[in-house]
C-alpha cells in the first residue's frame, strides 16, 4: 500500500502562531535558534541525540519507571472497590470516585505540564511532578475521610500526569525519527502494564494488608524514580542551548515581558490542546479512537470482577489475577510494533529523503490492532458462561489487549512524527485529556450496563463501538498527508519539505 501524495501544502502556521500567540513564544523559539546558531549544535555532545547509547537507554529506563507509577496507580486501588464501602459507608458507584477522579486528573495534569516542559525543561516537570504527587499521595493512605481520599487522589493524579505526556517529547529530544519507533515501543509497554499490574498487585495487598498499602506502594515507586531522575539529564534542545550560551558568556535574546509569558503559557496550555483536540481532524479523530479503547480498557476494572465473581465465583484474588491477560496482551502487541518498524517502516526509508518518511508509516500496527479490538470483546462477551471454562473469556482480554497498545503506540508514533517544536507536547496533552476522560467515567456506568444488558449485550456493545471506529487508522493512511496539509496546528516535516521542494521548483 502506498501513501497518497499530498496535493496542496498550505502552510498558515507561522501567520497563525504569530497573530495569535503574540510575540513571546515567537521570541522563545527566536532565541533558541539565535543562540543555536552560535555553535555547531548537530556536533555539540551535549545534545541528547549526540548522547553515549548507554545513556540514552537510562533515560528511556528512567521514564519507563516514572511512567509506570501514574499508570499503576489507576488500577491498583480498584480491588479495595468493597473495602471503601463498608469503611466510609458509601454506595457502589460513589465508591468508585477515587479510581474516576485519579484517571481525570492524569488527563488535566499534561494540559499545564507539557507547555510547562517546552517553557522551564522536561527534568524539571519530572522532579517537581513526582515529589508533589508522593505527597498526595502520602496523605491519601492517611486521611479518615471519603472527601479527603477523593480530593487527595484528584491532586495526586494531577501532579503525576504530565509524566505521561512529557516523556514522548523528551523521546523525540533524544532519537531521531528512523530511530524513535523501538524505542517509542518499548517506553510505552512499561506504563500499559499498570492497568494490568495494578489489579494483580492491588488484589493480593487489599485481601491481606488493606487499602491503605496501594499508596505506601506507590510510595515506593515513587521514590524509586526520583533516585533515577537525580541522574538523568535535560533533554530540551531550546534550554540546553540557552545554558551553554550562558557558559560560553555569549549574549543571549531579551527575555520577553512577563505578562506575555503568562498569556501564552495560558493560550499554549489551555487553548492549543482543546482546540486541536476539536478543530485538528488528525488529532480529533485519533483521541476519539484512542479515548474510547481506553475507556473499554478501564470498563474492565468493574466488569472483570463483577463477570468473574458472578459466573465463576472468583474471590478478590483470583479476579485480580485475570488481569495478567492484559499484560500478555501488552507483551504480544510490543513484539508487533518492533515487527512492523523493523519489515514495514524501515523498509520504507530508503524511498525518502533523510528524516522525511511520511508519518502515516508509523499507522502499520494500529491498522493491524484495529481487528484486534473489537473480537476480543466479542470473544470475552460471549464466552462468559457457566458451561464454558474461564480461561475463555480470560483468554479474550488479550487480543484486546494487544490490539489496543498496537493502536496506542502506533498513534502516539503518528503524532510525534506529525507535530514538532512546541506542538508535539499540546498534541500529547491533548492525547491525553481525552482518552483519561473517557477512561474515568467508563467505570461509573459499567455495572449498570453489565447488569442492564446482561454480560453478553454489554460486552457486545462495546464491540460494535469499536466496529464503527475502527477504520479512522486506515483512513489516515490513504489520506492523512492531504489532512495534515490543511491543519493549521503545524505542518510536518514531510509537508515543508515538500512545500520547499514545490517552492525551489516554481
Known sequence: MDVAPEERVVDHDARRRDAELGTAEKSAQDSGNEVGDTMDWDDEPRNPRNWPVGQKFFHVGMLSSTALLPSIGTSIGSPAHAQFMSEFHVGSTVAILPLTLYVLALGFGPVVGGPLSET?????????????????????????????????????????????????????????????????????????????????????????????????????????????????????????????????????????????????????????????????????????????????????????????????????????????SITIGCMLGLLTVLLCDLFLYRRQVPRYPPHKVPPEHRLYPAMIGSIGLPCGLFWFAWTARSDISWASPAAGIVPFAWGNICVFVSTIQYLTDTYHGTVVASASSANSLARYGFAGVFPLFTIQMFETLGINWAGSLLGFVSIALMPIPWVLFRYGARIRARSDSGPSQESRWMLNQRAGSA
Not at 516537570?125 to 475521610?145: C, E, K, N, Q, R
Request: proline share 7%; with cysteine.
Open 120 to 324: 522551564v525543561g522536561r527534568r524539571p516537570v519530572y522532579i517537581g511532578s513526582v515529589a508533589a504527587g508522593a505527597l498526595f499521595t502520602l496523605g491519601a493512605g492517611f486521611t479518615h475521610s471519603f472527601a479527603g481520599l477523593c480530593v487527595l487522589r484528584f491532586l495526586a493524579g494531577f501532579c503525576w500526569g504530565p509524566i505521561l505526556a512529557v516523556a514522548s517529547g523528551s523521546i523525540s529530544d533524544v532519537f531521531l525519527p528512523a530511530h524513535r519507533g523501538p524505542v517509542s515501543a518499548f517506553f510505552v509497554l512499561v506504563p500499559f502494564l499498570g492497568p494490568g499490574l495494578g489489579p494483580v498487585i492491588g488484589s493480593f495487598v487489599v485481601n491481606r494488608k488493606g487499602w491503605r498499602w496501594t499508596q505506601w506502594t506507590l510510595l515506593f515507586l515513587a521514590l524509586l524514580s526520583l533516585v533515577m531522575l537525580l541522574f538523568a539529564g535535560e533533554t530540551f534542545h531550546p534550554t540546553i542551548r540557552r545554558r551553554l550560551a550562558k557558559v560560553h558568556r555569549q549574549q543571549l535574546p531579551p527575555s520577553p515581558p512577563w505578562r506575555e509569558t503568562i498569556r501564552t503559557f495560558v493560550i499554549v496550555s489551555l487553548v492549543r490542546p482543546c482546540r486541536m483536540l476539536l478543530f485538528d481532524p488528525v488529532v480529533g479523530f485519533i483521541c476519539l479512537y484512542v479515548a474510547v479503547d481506553f475507556g473499554t480498557l478501564f470498563s474492565f476494572f468493574a466488569a472483570v470482577p463483577y463477570t468473574f465473581g458472578r459466573v465463576y465465583r472468583f474471590s478478590l484474588e483470583q479476579s485480580g489475577l485475570v488481569f495478567v
